[in-house]
């Protein structure tokens, strides 16, 4: 009997075991996840996205690194393989720093996308649907500045549709869709933030001085579309006629542009922020354009023809370290630096940092901003842009001599012709952005300078097997990428 | 069993010979007493000997001393001995009256229980391919991991070591790799519960299967191969305590040639050309101390300490066991180590007849420090950092402060600082109960079910202090798992019409596995002193958390048939349905039917007494592999952050990676043939097995190119094969009264093909390091196997005669050439071949036993062949280019010129090209490593009158004979991964090991 009631309950167990199994048992539950099918449902949402393109614009500028391709130019070198290559013309697929330049601007375009395709599902206001555009246009445009400078042929990526296959656009779509975009966001952004985005908000400000910026280089190499210089200075001329509304101005003295307290200042039109004690920080200050002898990183350091050949003056004074005070009391002048170059000290003021004493160890990171479009590059595009499509006039002297002014150097002769005219303005610019964010090097690629520059060439640089040829103006796509889709090796 | 002819006409010659003699000298007496004594071949004497008078009833057996007398009448008569577990023997006495019998240890071992899927099996009636391993086999070595019980031993199983750290990383891979998505791990089954903890002590046996026939019960579990832990129950009336406690000592095996202070500086202005690098406090600094050894700085002696203690028994019903351990090991690296508490009971109580039950407990807690430095190919790597920095540097400055940077060599933060002020602790809990109960519902017919719960916390914790972080931060990470299963069994066995016997089984099976995480972390902790635990005290706190959770639902039945255990037929189904997958591809379906054939059982070759077993087996069956992990089919938004240049970091989120709902299961089909056959009475077994193994709709996951967001995207795409043969003999060499020596050796070939990649073809793999490599070095390609290495061909360097041709290229003499595939006088990715593999050709086992009187010796050798090893670490100190800024290497200070131009070292020219992705890093990365060398005393419970004792002393991987140059050609920074192996970036090597032992049961 007692056999039996055990059979009974262990059937009746076994039964339980397999009913139990409820139809839904199989069903996936995915908590805590956010899917895009159900995202940009509200304004809070579309604000998610937005900031992940401020990460992917942080993250892309923040490395100690620069961006090696920009060693090509005559104002820096490096003794860092991988941006010695390219200051020698021999740039290749597996730089390191090349691959992580591309990568990381393809997450940007990604970021910006997402949100241009979908920012009008929100249930959100106009301005505020306005805004999350706007940002996206914005960052989408310069981003594919960057690469299309960079690389020249890419491919075109609107969507987020996989593709194994995408063939590479030509330059000129690309450039197109820029200014489309730049268009768009001009329109869309504020003229300034008044929430948490008042310190780095993408603004409308920005959007016209980058299109100018843009414009100016449509009428160079590769395109060579001399007609956009008309639509470069009108650009420009809209910020410059409108200063006090934008809130732009030149800073009174260019050394106050490097102060570790000027995070934030008038000149800055488009600048790209951090805050190193929330775990956010720029390590493209201060130690990365540092000599080894104060624990730097040697990432660039100045050419000795440019830094010769640039005029003397407050700008110098502020653009260049040429003496080294070392622990041992000795007073090294830049001729006897390990290196044997002057460095560039526009980076190196942080909290910390004894300009007597700068062997004491500080941060490889820090809340600096990296400038990327000052005021006095919208008046310096300005002036060239307005003296090739009509001629040197007297706003496009005014507009260049008030960037000599500051610099401590007299108005430029009158009656240059147009070129004479833009030559100066192009020296002007590598001086006055000497090592920042490229300027330098793609003004001599859209001028078509590159063998010019390079044949003007210390012999204490890094020798050249073999000149520069126009091969050498866009780096190639990284190895890694063409593994991937080999189409893009055409 | 019959003699053949020979032998017969030999017995019967001498049986006939003896009988003469025999009837000669019994002619004087009739009956008479004979006695004597029964041990076995230790001399041990053997109690309740079972002795007959042949053809008769008469008979009587043994008392304790092992002696024995007996009247025999018939001058003639045989007396047979008999013991269990012994092999009988027949005496004819003849005239003597005093004998002395040895008894030898029956070895046939075939009448041994195997544990299967879901239950036990005769091993003689197999028809799978399973190897079994008994604790037998490394009780005598201070193994302390599943990966040390199985290494070097059984044919098929690959485990490698892929780091040295503390409670390292190890791999088990049964016949090759069957998935690119990686999870190629067998599924481990501990007391019939996936996943469960494994014990460390108290191992009853293991048992690997291998073929479909084997693993088919497992349906989507099975296809990497199955691996059953059963543990040890009480089962003497009187308690067995027992002790253990063992002590090592690890050392680094070898280490780089590298340059000291003065050649380093030396070197150094000569390679750059430039001269004032050092200042003269620094060049006396160097000069008289050598500078620093950052080998020695951060590579020292370890200790691990391993103290286990066990009772079990038998009360009444009721069956014991419990035990319990602790680990303790100290790294080589500077601040690593792993503790480890185990504690396993378990009870059974045979409550009727017909009805058992079992309770089991197991609960483990371990604890880890800096376990994230062991592998990797980050930039962080301790070991990484040691090679590369600058030995003219010291430690700490002057002041006593920490010398931060390196001016010339590495990039990174003074390697003895980084990892003395690291702290990563972690901390685990795991717990796993198990019931069981087994019902006899008819003679027969069993009914049985077991359930079994596992519960796993973690909590990480990290700090970042003012040395190693720019501002002090800290983190929190605490993890929760549960996972449980329900099995249910009900099976049948009858045995019909004598010869025939049939065994049917049906089963049904749920299991869930749920996890949750939370994280916090706090930056610029404004008070340093209070470390990870006070996370209020940072200014700026992020917080994330997840869920996971996936199900399975299973339906399965075996049916076993065996016609006069000659014969024998296994089939098996199984239906798998999981939440990983959606609608019509949620149920897989997984069949498998098997035959063997025991040929020494059939009359013709049973005469001959020439095998004690001859086997064939074949099988064919399919398996399955989820591969993926829970969600793979959803393409979720990934979070990200921007303080906006305040000090919120407001959340984002960011587009995922793209996803593939089309997911589907994995399937792996395998063909097995084999032999098992033994000979001499068992004295030499031999098994034999051959395999072929394909994938189809293999999980892959794709790279997407970076303008689709980059990361990976799965897919089932392609198939892949894996072929292979596995051969193991035993054997029992010498067995004398003092002296055995028991040997095994068992070799493997596994040869793993990707056959197709669907619209692919090529995968990039993984492995790349950040700022030095970012191309991966390994390929996945059609008709190559997986780990393949992938790069341009290193030809050497520019001839000073080939000046011509170099400067196509943009070199001068004295640059790096490699092949220019495409002779378009560009080395890109067009010029990337197949450069190398990191499989190795074959690998193989050898161990040995020898037991002399009470000592004991245990040598246990592994050999793995033709196999390449990717060494980044080797580049970085011999190249300068991308982050890695200097020379540290004696072998690479051999530099062109002009005059010395035979070396593969380039000059420091602006135009030569260092390339990472290049085979002039490959190296030779065969080896043949002594696993372990064990000797040992046994002092017996008669000498010391307490108990049995047990000393030892061993050597774990103390030699190893390779070509390699780095420090240990077995580890890889990539972890587990089988797409990518091989690749040696500073990993922690696995260290020399010397450990003494001593045991003691009661």
Redesign the interface.
């Known amino acids: 009997m ?2 039996k009631k ?2 009974v309950a ?2 009746a ?2 039964m339980l ?2 009913t139990t ?1 409820c139809s839904d ?12 099918e159900t ?1 940009f449902t509200n304004p809070a ?1 579309l604000e ?9 614009v ?1 993250i892309q500028n923040g490395h100690d690194r620069i961006v090696a391709p920009w060693q090509g130019a005559d104002d820096m070198t490096s ?4 941006h ?2 390219y ?2 013309f ?1 740039g ?3 730089n ?2 090349v ?2 330049w ?2 990381e601007s ?2 940007v ?3 910006c996308n ?1 949100v241009i395709l979908n920012y009008h599902r929100a249930e959100a206001t106009e301005e505020q649907k306005n805004h999350a555009a706007g940002q996206a246009y914005f960052a989408r445009a310069w981003t594919y500045y960057n690469l299309v400078r960079t690389y020249n042929r ?2 075109l ?1 609107l969507d ?5 296959e ?1 063939k590479k656009s030509e330059p000129g779509p690309i450039y197109n869709l820029i200014v489309e975009d730049l268009k768009k966001a001009e329109q869309l952004l504020p003229i300034k933030w008044t929430n ?2 008042a ?3 993408y603004t409308s400000g920005a959007a016209k001085a980058l299109l100018a910026n843009v414009y100016l280089s449509m009428a160079g190499y590769p395109l060579k579309d001399e007609s956009k210089y008309a639509l470069a200075a009108e650009k420009a001329k809209e910020i410059i006629d409108n200063e006090a509304l934008y809130g732009y101005r030149l800073l009174d003295d260019y050394a106050d542009l490097w102060k570790a307290s000027n ?2 200042h008038d000149e800055i039109v488009f600048g790209i ?9 720029n390590q493209r200050t201060p ?1 990365s354009s540092m000599p ?2 104060y ?1 730097g ?1 040697d990432v660039y350091f100045a050419e000795i023809n440019f830094f010769n050949e640039f005029p003397e003056g407050p700008r110098k004074d502020a653009t260049f370290q040429t003496t080294f005070p070392m622990e ?1 009391g000795d007073l090294l002048d830049w001729t ?1 630096n ?2 044997r170059h002057p460095y560039y000290k526009k980076m190196w003021d942080i909290p910390g940092y004894n300009p007597e004493k700068p062997w004491i ?1 500080i ?5 600096r ?1 990296n400038q990327v479009i000052r005021y006095a590059e919208v008046l310096l595009t300005y002036a060239e842009a307005k003296a090739m499509s009509s001629s040197p006039d007297i706003t496009a002297y005014n507009a260049v001599n008030r960037v000599r002014a500051r610099a401590g150097l007299d108005d430029l002769p009158e009656g240059l012709s147009r070129e004479e005219f833009r030559d100066a303005v192009v020296a002007e610019r590598g001086w006055e952005f000497a090592a920042e964010f490229g300027i330098r090097w793609f003004d001599l690629v859209r001028l078509e300078r590159v063998e010019a520059a390079a044949a003007n060439r210390h012999e204490w640089e ?5 000149p520069p040829t126009k091969n050498e103006y866009f780096s ?1 796509i ?9 189409n ?2 055409n | 069993m019959k003699p053949n002819f020979t032998r017969n006409v030999l017995r019967r010659a001498g049986i006939a010979a003896l009988c003469l003699f025999c009837w000669l000298s019994a002619a004087a007496q009739s009956e008479r007493l004979v006695h004597g004594e029964v041990t076995g071949e230790d001399r041990v004497p053997l109690p309740g000997v079972n002795i007959l008078i042949k053809g008769t009833t008469t008979g009587t057996t043994t008392d304790v001393e092992g002696r024995f007398e007996l009247r025999v009448a018939d001058p003639n008569a045989v007396l047979v001995f008999s013991f269990i577990g012994y092999l009988s023997q027949e005496i004819q006495p003849g005239s003597q009256t005093s004998l002395s019998i040895t008894l030898k240890q029956d070895l046939k071992t075939l009448e041994e229980v195997v544990v299967v899927g879901y239950g036990t099996q005769k091993k003689s009636d197999l028809t799978g391919s399973v190897a079994s391993i008994s604790p037998k086999q490394f009780e005598n070595q201070p193994v302390t991991t599943l990966a040390e019980m199985l290494q070097g031993r059984v044919p098929g199983v690959a485990v490698t070591n892929s780091n040295g750290g503390p409670g390292g990383g190890t791999k088990i891979r049964i016949r090759g790799t069957n998935s690119i998505r990686g999870d190629n791990d067998p599924l481990i089954i501990v007391d019939g519960f996936p996943g469960g903890i494994i014990p460390l002590n108290g191992v009853k046996s293991i048992e690997v299967l291998k073929d479909a026939s084997a693993t088919a019960i497992y349906g989507s579990r099975g296809a990497n191969g199955v691996i059953i832990i059963t543990t040890e129950r009480g089962s003497s009336q009187t308690p067995k305590l027992t002790l253990t406690s063992n002590v090592g000592f690890s050392r680094v095996a070898k280490k780089y040639d590298l340059l000291n202070g003065p050649e380093y500086y030396q070197f150094l202005e000569k390679f750059t050309g430039q001269t004032g690098l050092y200042s003269q406090e620094d060049i006396d600094w160097f000069t008289s101390t050598g500078g620093t050894d950052w080998q020695d700085a951060l590579l020292g002696q370890g200790i691990n300490q391993n103290y286990q203690a066990s009772l079990s028994g038998q009360s009444g019903k009721i069956r014991y066991f419990l035990s319990g351990q602790y680990l303790d090991e100290k790294g080589i690296l500077l601040n690593t180590s792993a503790n480890t508490y185990s504690f396993r009971s378990n009870i059974t109580s045979d409550v009727s007849d017909r009805l058992t039950i079992g309770f089991d407990l197991s609960a483990l807690e371990s604890l880890t420090e800096n376990q994230g430095t062991a592998s990797g190919t980050g930039k962080t790597n301790p070991i990484w950092n040691a090679l590369t920095w600058s030995p003219t540097e010291p430690i700490y400055n002057p002041d006593g402060t920490y010398n931060r940077s390196d001016p010339f060599g590495s990039i990174e933060f003074n390697p003895y600082m980084a990892q003395n002020e690291r702290v990563d602790d972690g901390r685990s809990q795991q717990m796993a109960l198990n019931t069981n109960l087994k019902y006899r519902i008819l003679e027969g017919l069993d009914f049985s079910t077991i359930a079994g719960m596992r519960r796993t916390n973690g909590q990480d914790a990290r700090f970042s202090n003012e040395h190693i972080a720019s501002s002090p931060s800290a983190s929190r990470n605490q993890r929760t798992g549960l996972s449980w299963q329900i099995t249910s069994l009900l099976s049948y066995t009858r045995k019909f019409w004598d010869q025939h016997t049939l065994t049917l089984l049906g089963g049904h099976e749920q299991y869930l596995t749920q996890s949750t995480g939370v994280n916090a972390t706090s930056r610029n902790i404004s008070i340093t002193s209070v470390g990870y635990d006070n996370l209020g005290l940072g200014s700026t706190q992020t917080i994330t958390s997840s869920y996971s959770k996936s199900t399975l639902r299973s339906y399965f039945g075996r049916l076993n048939y065996n016609f006069s255990s000659k014969y024998f037929l296994t089939a098996t189904y199984r239906a798998d349905g999981s939440s990983k997958f959606r609608d019509e591809n949620k149920y897989g379906f997984f069949p498998s039917v098997a035959a063997a054939w025991d040929v020494s059982k059939e009359d013709f070759l049973s005469g001959t007494g020439i095998f004690h077993q001859l086997k064939i087996r074949g099988s064919w069956g399919v398996t399955g592999s989820q591969a993926v992990g829970a969600y793979a089919t959803l393409s979720p938004l990934k979070t990200t952050t921007y303080t906006y240049a305040t000090s919120t970091k407001y959340p984002g989120y960011a587009p995922g990676v793209a996803s593939n709902v089309d997911l589907r299961w994995e399937e792996t089909e395998q063909t097995n043939i084999g032999i098992d056959a033994s000979f001499w009475q068992g004295k030499i077994s031999v098994t034999l097995d051959y395999f072929d193994k394909t994938t189809t709709g293999l999980l892959s996951s794709r790279q997407l190119p970076n303008y689709n967001g980059g990361g990976n995207v799965l897919a089932n795409l392609g198939s892949m094969e894996n072929k292979g043969f596995e051969a193991s003999v035993n054997a029992i060499v010498a067995q004398g009264r003092d002296f055995t020596w028991d040997a095994g050796f068992n070799t493997s070939v596994v040869r793993n093909k990707v056959l197709d990649l669907g619209e692919s073809t090529q995968l990039p793999g993984g492995g790349t390091i950040s700022g030095l490599m970012p191309t991966s070095p390994f390929m996945t390609l059609p008709g190559e196997p997986l780990a393949t290495f992938w790069g341009a061909r290193f030809l050497g360097l520019w001839q000073t005669s080939e000046a011509e041709e170099a400067l196509k290229y943009g070199n001068i003499p004295g640059d790096s050439k490699y092949e220019d595939l495409d002779g378009n006088y560009k080395i890109n990715a067009q010029d990337y071949q197949i450069i190398g593999n990191a499989n190795p050709k074959f690998t193989w086992g050898f161990s040995n036993s020898f037991n002399y009187k009470n000592w004991g010796l245990n040598v246990l050798v592994e050999g793995v062949h033709g196999r390449d090893v990717f060494n980044a670490a080797y580049a970085t100190m011999t190249s300068v280019f991308g982050d890695s800024r200097s020379i540290t290497l004696r072998e690479a200070t051999n530099i062109w010129t002009p005059e010395n131009q035979n070396t593969i070292w380039p000059a420091n020219s602006s135009s030569n090209i260092n390339l990472m992705n290049s085979s002039k890093w490959l190296q030779d990365g065969s080896f043949v490593k002594i696993r372990n060398i064990s000797l040992f005393y046994n002092l017996s419970r008669e000498i010391t009158k307490i108990a049995d004792m047990k000393l030892t002393v061993s050597a774990q991987n103390f030699f190893t004979f390779t070509k390699y140059k780095g420090i240990d050609p077995e580890v890889t920074g990539t972890g587990s991964s089988d797409t990518a192996g091989g690749l040696d970036f500073g990993t922690y090597p696995v260290p020399k090991v010397i450990t003494v032992g001593a045991s003691i049961t009661f």
């Open positions: 007692k056999s055990y059979t262990i059937l167990l076994f075991c397999i199994s048992f199989l069903e996936e539950e995915s908590r805590g996840l956010i899917f895009p995202f949402e998610l996205a937005v900031t992940s393109i401020y990460n992917g942080g003794t860092l393989d991988m010695r290559q200051d020698v021999r290749n697929g597996s390191t720093d691959e992580r591309w990568r393809w997450a375009i990604i970021r997402n890419i491919p990526v987020l549709t996989v593709d194994f995408i948490y985005k310190l780095s908000g995070q934030k922020y951090y805050n190193v004690s929330a775990g956010d920080g130690v080894t002898e624990g990183w041992n006897e390990r290196q160890y941060n490889y990171q820090e809340s901003t890094n020798p050249l097997v073999s190639p990284p190895d890694n990428e063409i593994l991937r889709n080999p893009l090796a």
